[in-house]
């Protein structure tokens, strides 16, 4: 008899993934920075790793973030650092600060430095921990709002572990703040059209057939959807949320190779996973295709050639949802730009062309498409310039 073991790089993986999220949940990690940051202020060079492994412990906070917190003593900053800290303390314990001269480094005594060091340090890693504490009250308070969706998140995001650690915090930081994401699960998108699905959820229903996510990148969608389908079955689905989108199939496609491995390596049997363009996809009739980002990656010319195709492939009284940036939209829309040629230059395309269009100019592509569009915006909690058109037929 033998028991199957995880290799050495999946532990390590592991490792990481339970330090990444013990102390979990926002109150924890806000202390958790802030009090990395409060140590980090503190002079006891050498010994932050431990100090935060003892207080982390003690207090049940997320060690690593700890960690990664004091490293605000790092070599670039800590001469700066240590010399607020010294002035500081000075004015704490004789209400003025050291002259800026050399005569003054020489005539003092060093313990004198030193005291004001301790009593310095306490004070600036008060002040420091405090901002820290702020700003990540403003990052984590928005994200954390819902906690069962943010539990449904997780656990879609936990299928990309064995994958790799890479995958796994992409999944956690696009599923937890990308508002897409919670509008198709948790909001009744697929099943009805909004805003009126949003306000008439006693008369939601459940949606069946097949979805297919054009451009499905590692398959957060699918996963997350394959998540919802699993709460529902066994009980655990919020009542206050309209029934999750079930689907019998759940399919993504992308030219990718490499992205295909991981979404097919993360979803395994929940969803077929395919390399391939959308416009080769016609032996399936989804009831609902999504397009998230996806359409200015394709040459303007080639746009409406790719949406005519899928709305022929898509079933009676089916939906497309597509996302995309509104090029009027400032500069909101300037942050969506930098932000695809960033991710393009990380991946060595410095040369990839984009192809945006204004939220009228999709409407008028989609109207001359024949499809009936409606409109919401999708950038909740970010910079960004997104909107969601829902797309239907004008005729069945």
């Given at each position: 008899m033998t028991t199957q073991r995880l290799s050495i790089p999946?532990?390590?993986?592991?490792?990481?993934a339970l330090l990444r999220t013990e102390g979990s949940g926002p109150s924890r990690e806000i202390a958790a920075v802030a009090s990395g940051v409060f140590i980090g202020c503190l002079p006891v060079y050498g010994f932050h790793l431990l100090i935060c492994g003892a207080v982390g412990s003690i207090l049940k906070l997320n060690r690593l973030k700890m960690y990664?917190?004091?490293?605000?003593?790092?070599?670039?900053?800590?001469?700066?650092?240590?010399?607020?800290?010294?002035?500081?303390?000075?004015?704490?314990?004789r209400g003025s600060f050291h002259p800026l001269t050399i005569e003054t480094v020489k005539a003092t005594n060093p313990a004198t430095f030193g005291g004001d060091l301790l009593y310095g340090s306490v004070a600036v890693g008060a002040v420091l921990a405090a901002l820290a504490a702020g700003v990540m009250f403003a990052f984590v308070g928005r994200a954390s709002r819902g906690d069962d969706y943010a539990s449904l998140a997780q656990v879609?995001?936990?299928?990309?572990?064995?994958?790799?650690?890479?995958?796994?915090?992409?999944?956690?930081?696009?599923?937890k703040r990308d508002p897409v994401y919670r509008a198709c699960a948790c909001e009744g998108l697929l099943a009805h059209p909004f805003p009126e699905a949003l306000d008439d959820r006693a008369n939601s229903d459940s949606s069946t057939g097949t979805l297919l996510d054009v451009g499905c990148g590692q398959g957060l969608t699918l996963a997350l959807l394959a998540e919802a389908r699993e709460a529902h079955n066994?009980?655990?689905?919020?009542?206050?949320?309209?029934?999750?989108?079930?689907?019998?199939?759940?399919?993504?496609?992308?030219?990718?190779?490499?992205?295909?491995?991981?979404?097919?390596?993360?979803?395994?049997?929940?969803?077929?996973?395919?390399?391939?363009?959308?416009?080769?996809?016609?032996?399936?009739?989804?009831?609902?295709?999504l397009l998230f980002d996806v359409l200015h990656m394709v040459r303007r010319e080639e746009q409406e050639a790719v949406l005519a195709t899928l709305a022929a492939a898509l079933a009676p009284r089916g939906v497309m949802l597509i996302r995309e940036a509104d090029a009027a939209a400032g500069w909101r829309f300037e942050c969506v730009?930098?932000?695809?040629?960033?991710?393009?230059?990380?991946?060595?395309?410095?040369?990839?062309?984009?192809?945006?269009?204004?939220?009228?100019?999709?409407?008028a592509c989609f109207s001359r498409l024949g499809l009936h569009t409606e409109v919401r915006e999708m950038s909740e909690g970010t910079p960004f310039a997104n909107v969601l058109f829902r797309v239907t037929r004008l005729q069945s």
């Amino acid at each position: 008899m033998t028991t199957q073991r995880l290799s050495i790089p999946a532990r390590l993986r592991r490792i990481v993934a339970l330090l990444r999220t013990e102390g979990s949940g926002p109150s924890r990690e806000i202390a958790a920075v802030a009090s990395g940051v409060f140590i980090g202020c503190l002079p006891v060079y050498g010994f932050h790793l431990l100090i935060c492994g003892a207080v982390g412990s003690i207090l049940k906070l997320n060690r690593l973030k700890m960690y990664v917190a004091a490293n605000i003593s790092n070599p670039v900053v800590a001469p700066v650092l240590v010399f607020l800290e010294i002035q500081a303390g000075a004015w704490l314990r004789r209400g003025s600060f050291h002259p800026l001269t050399i005569e003054t480094v020489k005539a003092t005594n060093p313990a004198t430095f030193g005291g004001d060091l301790l009593y310095g340090s306490v004070a600036v890693g008060a002040v420091l921990a405090a901002l820290a504490a702020g700003v990540m009250f403003a990052f984590v308070g928005r994200a954390s709002r819902g906690d069962d969706y943010a539990s449904l998140a997780q656990v879609a995001s936990d299928r990309y572990i064995d994958v790799g650690i890479v995958a796994w915090e992409f999944a956690r930081a696009k599923l937890k703040r990308d508002p897409v994401y919670r509008a198709c699960a948790c909001e009744g998108l697929l099943a009805h059209p909004f805003p009126e699905a949003l306000d008439d959820r006693a008369n939601s229903d459940s949606s069946t057939g097949t979805l297919l996510d054009v451009g499905c990148g590692q398959g957060l969608t699918l996963a997350l959807l394959a998540e919802a389908r699993e709460a529902h079955n066994s009980g655990r689905w919020p009542p206050n949320w309209p029934p999750p989108p079930l689907f019998h199939a759940l399919i993504g496609i992308d030219i990718r190779p490499r992205v295909v491995a991981i979404a097919s390596a993360a979803l395994g049997s929940d969803a077929q996973v395919i390399v391939g363009d959308a416009r080769a996809v016609t032996s399936v009739q989804p009831q609902v295709i999504l397009l998230f980002d996806v359409l200015h990656m394709v040459r303007r010319e080639e746009q409406e050639a790719v949406l005519a195709t899928l709305a022929a492939a898509l079933a009676p009284r089916g939906v497309m949802l597509i996302r995309e940036a509104d090029a009027a939209a400032g500069w909101r829309f300037e942050c969506v730009r930098w932000g695809n040629w960033l991710k393009a230059a990380a991946y060595g395309s410095w040369s990839q062309p984009f192809h945006f269009r204004t939220a009228a100019e999709w409407q008028a592509c989609f109207s001359r498409l024949g499809l009936h569009t409606e409109v919401r915006e999708m950038s909740e909690g970010t910079p960004f310039a997104n909107v969601l058109f829902r797309v239907t037929r004008l005729q069945s």
